[in-house]
């Protein structure tokens, strides 16, 4: 391979222009700083309709703790974030009303069902009576979890609190989706449905996930972006990344080749 470039991108992804309405999700010179530390470094990028983003990292690079930023659950230090149209910071609620937000380690309330935990999410989202029913009835389908519905979350495998957690998710049916490692600890089978519901709501949606299993980003994802040390390495589609080798190789090679220190989740 050639020396290692400081960012890898291609035409089709380039300079922000237009009305932020017509980009579902538009990130701008993000930044993090815990203290001294520098965990995201001018983090910019856009995802249009029709497209899954893989957002690609070593454990540490800073995925996590840019998809709280973009998501409105962590402040940045400077730079903004919009979703579909809405800057996270100005105008939250607006943001949120059109996102659907996956976190790591999908947090849920434990002593809850699996229904009562979708009927409380119904409700936050402003759903209630017939529309409530017919949506976590929907959702239950969808997620293949209506035979656990009557049971309580701290009991269920962690396929189906995965599963359970993606489901307050997509509830209210978001134009974008961001999922934080959803197949993270995941057996494969457990890793085929997950993977099977993200490629049948790219049809309609906008979704973004992280990840480090590269075998995820060929299986489901038309663009790549691969973040080292907090800054952005790579932006291409995973067919222009092969071309310089497996997705394997270029991976090790991008964040193991620019020593620019730091680390963050």
């Not at 659950?73 to 009303?97: H, M, N």
């Not at 976190?103 to 809850?112: I, K, L, Q």
């Amino acid at each position: 391979m050639n020396a290692a470039p400081e960012l890898w991108s291609i035409t089709a992804f380039g300079e922000w222009g237009g009305r932020p309405e017509l980009r579902m999700i538009k990130v701008s010179k993000l930044v993090k700083n815990f203290g001294s530390r520098a965990a995201v470094r001018d983090v910019s990028f856009e995802v249009n309709p029709g497209e899954v983003l893989g957002f690609l990292g070593p454990n540490g690079a800073g995925k996590t703790t840019t998809m709280r930023m973009i998501t409105g659950y962590l402040t940045p230090s400077s730079g903004r974030a919009w979703i579909q149209g809405f800057d996270v910071a100005e105008k939250p609620v607006e943001a949120r009303r059109h996102l659907g937000y996956l976190p790591e380690n999908a947090p849920s309330y434990g002593d809850m069902t699996v229904e009562e935990f979708l009927s409380f999410a119904a409700a936050m989202r402003g759903f209630a009576g017939k529309e409530a029913r017919q949506r976590i009835g929907e959702t239950l389908e969808r997620c293949i979890l209506t035979s656990v519905r009557h049971q309580p979350i701290e009991t269920l495998s962690k396929g189906y609190r995965q599963r359970t957690c993606f489901a307050q998710a997509i509830l209210h049916d978001p134009p974008v989706l961001i999922l934080d490692e959803p197949t993270e600890g995941l057996d494969p089978n457990q890793k085929f449905v997950v993977r099977n519901m993200i490629r049948d709501m790219a049809k309609n949606k906008v979704i973004v996930f992280s990840t480090h299993i590269l075998e995820e980003v060929e299986a489901i994802c038309t663009r790549a972006i691969i973040i080292s040390a907090g800054q952005v390495v790579a932006d291409s589609t995973p067919a222009e990344l092969r071309k310089q080798g497996s997705l394997d190789q270029v991976f090790r090679w991008l964040t193991t080749s620019a020593d620019i220190g730091g680390s963050a989740r």
